[in-house]
Nanobody
């Protein structure tokens, strides 16, 4: 069971990147998938997630309106489209399969990585000003 994040790189402020989270050994659509990032000297934060049953999505406030998470079942891949990138988006981005999701009514309010979640090698995103 492996996850691999890819698609990072160096872009200028305002640019775009699309990150991919590919799985081998298990179907990604069995799990809620989340993207996390960690910048130097900062705590890891959950950026976006997508539920496997409802398809509901969640974005942390700082990326709302700029990032979009999506699934491609045929490719067993989850994407994070990142537009209008800012220097503060600079971080190593990881994806995780299997999340602990907190709900309010039918909306996701936050999420964390489940204790036994698959966790892939990250991809570096660097946004220059």
């Amino acid at each position: 069971v492996q996850l691999q994040a890819s698609g990072g790189g160096l872009v200028q402020s305002g640019g775009s990147l699309r990150l991919s989270c590919a799985a081998s050994g298990f179907p990604l659509d069995y799990y809620a998938i989340g993207w996390f990032r960690q910048a130097p000297g900062k705590e890891r934060e959950g950026v976006a997630c997508i539920d496997n049953i409802s398809g509901s999505t969640y974005y942390t406030d700082s990326v709302k309106g700029r990032f979009t998470i999506s699934r491609d079942k045929a490719k067993n891949t989850v994407y994070l489209q990142m537009n209008n990138l800012k220097p503060e988006d600079t971080a190593v981005y990881h994806c995780a399969a299997d999340l602990d999701i907190n709900w309010s009514d039918s909306s996701i309010i936050n999420f964390t990585r489940a204790p036994d979640a698959a966790w892939g090698k990250g991809t570096q995103v660097t946004v220059s000003s």
